[in-house]
């Protein structure tokens, strides 16, 4: 993605984590050097309620508060997909959590990378709560736009010293698993 800003939205219901995930990632764009904003949404239900999350980077400053035509977009869940997939800008990437999300978008000008990354949390490090830390490694094997050492490093730096090893676990098997993903759809 060439151009002078990259928007990103994070978005999902209260409790996934996707407010604390666009914090993580806007730090460790941050620490890759590049000029970043970041800002978010909570729904009125706080927990289970409509929740995003944005950053903004580039290498010139940033004269915008919101995305508002996310470049990429990161979806949690079928209803935080559904309200914002018509906002994604053409040529843009969406992500996918295919364990809340069963029915994908049908634009054929974005490209669309799925995984369940519920399910690999629940499965591979034993708690939904890892989803978040998998999501953002997902992401970085999709995009490659940090480095893994510095999304790692803003990851703990957000979360101090609560299950340390499980969500550097949790980054390092997203981006394995974007790296798997974008293989096999490209």
Do not use: W
Not at 52 to 65: F, V
């Amino acid at each position: 993605m060439e151009q002078d800003r990259i928007e990103m939205r994070f978005c999902g219901f209260g409790g996934q984590g996707v407010v604390l995930g666009s914090v993580i990632y806007a730090t460790a764009l941050a620490k890759e050097g590049y000029n970043v904003v970041q800002s978010q949404v909570y729904g009125i239900e706080a927990r289970g309620g409509a929740s995003s999350g944005e950053a903004m980077y580039s290498d010139k400053p940033i004269h915008h508060l919101h995305v508002t035509q996310p470049d990429i977009l990161l979806a949690m869940s079928q209803k935080a997909l559904d309200k914002f997939i018509d906002t994604v800008k053409p040529g843009g990437i969406v992500l996918c959590d295919s364990f809340y999300i069963d029915q994908f978008p049908k634009r054929t000008d974005v490209k669309v990378y799925k995984a369940p990354l519920t399910e690999i949390a629940i499965t591979q490090l034993g708690k939904e709560l890892f989803a978040n830390a998998l999501a953002m490694g997902f992401i970085n094997g999709i995009v490659k736009n940090v480095s893994q050492e510095h999304l790692i490093e803003a990851l703990l730096e957000s979360i101090g010293n609560k299950a340390v090893e499980q969500n550097r676990k949790a980054v390092e098997l997203g981006y394995e698993t974007g790296l798997k993903v974008l293989k096999e759809q490209n």
